[in-house]
Every structure is written in C-alpha cells, then in structure tokens.
C-alpha cells in the first residue's frame, strides 16, 4: 500500500485533480505521536524511528514501546494508547469523503492498549477493524483497553465516559464464540482461537490508569473467577468413548528430541533426571548474591551465540533449573520440575523472563529484555 501511494505522488496534477473527482483521498500520514515517554520506536519497514512527539505514522507502522509509553492520534481524533511493553501493528487507515468507504485496521500484538474511536464521524464504526491473536473486536462508538500476553490470551475492557457511562458497546468474537460488552469496565477473557471468551463480568474498583500489564499476568478477581468457571465447565463437558480418536494419541512415541535442541548445548546435554527437587538454601542464597558483571562474564566464556543473557548462563542453570540453549535461529527455555515450562522465542528479540517457582524466584533477559516480558508464576 506504501509503495502504490509514493507512486501517486508522481502522477501530474491533471490525473491528481481527476483521483479527487471522484471521491478517493489517499494521503501517506493518518496520524501523529502527541505524547511520549520512555522508551519507544515506530517501525517502518526496515526503518526504526524514535516515538519523539510530532513523528508522524503512515500506514503499515508498527508500534511499540518497551519501557515507555507514547499516544498516537489519527486524523478523526482516534487515539491509541500505548503503555510499557506494547506492541500495534497499524495496517490499514484510510479516509475518504465518504464515511462509509473509509476504513481503519489494528492488530493489537502485546501488551496493554488502549483505543477510543474517532469524533469527527470520518470512519463508519462498522469499517474499523480491531483484532488481537485470538479474538476480534468490532466496536460501536467504543473506548476500550486490551490487554494481551506472550500466548496471545486477550483480556478485553470496555471503559466509560466522561460521566461514567458505557462509552458505547464492543462485539468480542472468535471462531468458538462471542459476547457483548455493555457496562463500564465490563470485561472477557479470551484464551485461544477455539476457546470462546468468558462469561462478561464487571470489574469494581479500578479506574483505566492501572489497568497495565499485569492484569492478564494476575487478573482481577472478578476475572479470575470468570476463568475459573469456564475451565471447569470444559471439565465437565460429557465426552463420550465414542468421541476419542484413541489412534491420534502419539505423546508415548515423542521424546525430548521432540521439543528441545541446540548447538553447542544441545538436547542430547540434556539429563531429566539432573533435577533437584529440593533446593538447598545455601546454594539458593549464593545464587542470589552473584552479580550481574560476574554473570556477563560467564555468559561470554560459553560463547554460544550472539544473544547476551543476564541472570543465567547457556546450558543447565542451577538456581533456576532452567536449561537455555539455541535452537532454529531461536533462544530455548526449558525446564521441567513439578511441571514443565518451554519457551521459544525467535532471534533478534529483547526477552525477559520473570519466574516464580517453588525453591526460585528469580529474571533472565536476553539483549536486554526490553521487547518482551513473560511472567510465570506457578503454584501447588
């Protein structure tokens, strides 16, 4: 779409003159960066622009902010907001005299943001286009947050006015389902494609200032029990025997192989059975009291890779009981005590891993840990 209008821009204003005749506007700026703070960029291609206030934003930018925050404004007054560690991909906006043939599509990637619709009547409600990776949103005259980790599992609020009222109504669908939000701060969960969102519950006492991050990490009461009653409805689904393809089942015939690997630490290191179930205290602690530069210095006397890790070294950590190794242009984290964890993350991505487990609590970052956080927090 970018190159068809830098193609515009050299056609002579006779032929101009004839576009704008009937009815099509095409222009390569839909909006501006009106507020920032922290750490962000704009991608554009292959170039990465700082979020300064005045950058502008053309079609098929991405958006995104590691520690920062910035708010961009489109051309009707829509506004997208976006807090730490979020991440927009602005695919299609386009206005036409027309409201009816203009059009504007959003994918919200990760991270918490926050959209209200345009005043200016530019845009028909029923031509924008809102989706997360596991859920779409169609809005009607909407101000509304999503909230989206690493899986992709969505948290969807819709917000009030300025009195306190709904500020309008979104459909939130999927392949498995869909529900409508009517009330201020009204709220569903949606964790896969073919998982149907959650019952709508009506979050109290928040306000949209601290909704962040850690609401789909750790959510509200109120969602958490939505959650909860979904999962046990799934439960208690009556599956017959008829219903099981017993011939589909080949997890007995998988083995490591199957789910980890590396280079120079590579899946044949690793020992299932070099785990300690019970960690000894003065081990943890002396873990604990490592520093950063002594860990850098470990991470560069391994020598694998490029990627620069803090907080574990490549290969079997003992503190974390994690196992980091690099696998198909990626990074692996694998670890398997009272449960398994694997995590895969394709190279040239700024990662960091906050975990909370019995006998560790402890972050690993890789190139700094800016791009993505991934919270685990695992109990009895």
Do not use: C
Not at 36 to 56: A, C, H, N, P, W
Not at 173 to 189: F, I, M, P, R
Not at 239 to 248: Q, S, Y
Request: proline letters at 3%; hydrophobic letters at 35%.
């Amino acid at each position: 779409m970018t190159q068809l209008y830098k193609l515009i821009r050299k056609i002579t204003p006779a032929i101009v003159s004839g576009i704008f005749s009937i009815g099509f506007v095409t222009a390569d700026t839909i909006g501006d960066i009106v507020e920032s703070k922290g750490k962000g960029s704009i991608l554009r291609e292959t170039d990465l622009l700082s979020s300064d206030v005045g950058v502008t934003i053309e079609l098929n930018d991405t958006a995104q902010t590691a520690k920062g925050r910035m708010l961009i404004k489109f051309k009707d007054e829509a506004e997208l907001s976006l807090i730490e560690h979020t991440k927009v991909y602005i695919d299609k906006v386009y206005y036409d005299p027309d409201p009816s043939k203009s059009k504007m599509v959003m994918r919200m990637a990760l991270g918490t943001a926050r959209f209200a619709s345009g005043r200016l009547g530019m845009v028909d409600k029923k031509n924008i286009d809102l989706s997360t990776p596991t859920a779409q949103i169609a809005v009607r005259g909407t101000n509304f947050t999503t909230t989206i980790d690493e899986l992709g599992r969505t948290l969807v609020i819709l917000l009030p006015d300025e009195n306190g009222n709904p500020s309008g109504e979104i459909i939130v669908s999927n392949e498995a389902g869909e529900v409508t939000l009517t009330q201020a701060y009204a709220s569903t969960v949606v964790s896969s494609l073919n998982t149907p969102p959650t019952s709508t519950v009506v979050i109290q006492n928040i306000t949209p200032s601290v909704i962040d991050n850690m609401f789909i990490v750790s959510p509200p009461e109120e969602v958490s029990r939505a959650i909860q009653e979904q999962i046990e409805q799934e439960e208690n689904a009556d599956m017959g025997a008829l219903d099981v393809d017993f011939l589909a089942f080949d997890e007995l015939e998988k083995t490591y192989d199957d789910y980890a690997g590396g280079d120079q630490y590579t899946r044949l290191d690793y020992n299932a059975l070099d785990v300690d179930l019970l960690t000894d205290l003065l081990d943890e602690v002396e873990e604990l009291v490592r520093t950063m530069e002594q860990l850098e210095d470990v991470q560069e006397s391994r020598g694998q890779g490029k990627t620069r890790l803090t907080g574990a070294v490549w290969g079997k950590n003992k503190d974390s009981q994690y196992s980091v190794f690099e696998e198909d242009n990626g990074i692996v984290f694998y670890r398997d005590v009272n449960g398994v964890i694997a995590l895969n993350f394709l190279s040239g991505g700024s990662i960091r891993l906050d975990t909370e487990v019995e006998g560790y609590r402890g972050v690993i970052t890789a190139d700094g840990g800016d791009d993505i956080l991934v919270v685990i927090r695992q109990g009895n």
